[in-house]
């Protein structure tokens, strides 16, 4: 069974930030790209950061705008998200994904519960 735990959401005011984690298990991950998809209320989900299987390739959606940093650790099968100058319209549900491509958008077979980040003014 496939299992994505994500954690380190929480509460931040703008311009703050916060390290979002995602730990794997139920099989070999390091052959797989790993990323984070965001539910903003109201919006659709929208891809936010992928990271190829080796950590040689890495991509953001549009609205990163240079702010967020995605990285990986093949040995623990872990996934992380640093988030810095955060906005309050990042607020949202961010989930962790994974799949045997890197999908520059929403097409992962495999998704995690997701973790709330809120940023307040």
């Not at 991950?29 to 891809?47: I, L, N």
Request: some cysteine; glycine content about 16%; charged content about 15%.
């Amino acid at each position: 069974q496939v299992q994505l735990v994500e954690s380190g959401g929480g509460l931040v005011q703008a311009g703050g930030s916060l390290r979002l984690s995602c730990a794997a298990s139920g099989r070999d991950f390091s052959d797989y790209a790993m990323g984070w998809v965001r539910q903003v209320p109201g919006k659709e989900r929208e891809f936010a950061a992928g990271v190829s299987w080796n950590g040689g390739f890495k991509f953001y959606g549009n609205f990163v705008e240079g702010r967020f940093n995605i990285s990986r650790d093949n040995a623990k099968n872990t996934v992380h998200l640093q988030m810095n100058r955060l906005k309050p319209e990042d607020t949202g549900v961010y989930f962790c994904v994974t799949g045997p491509s890197l999908d520059y958008g929403l097409g992962y077979p495999y998704w995690g519960q997701g973790t709330q980040v809120t940023v307040s003014l």
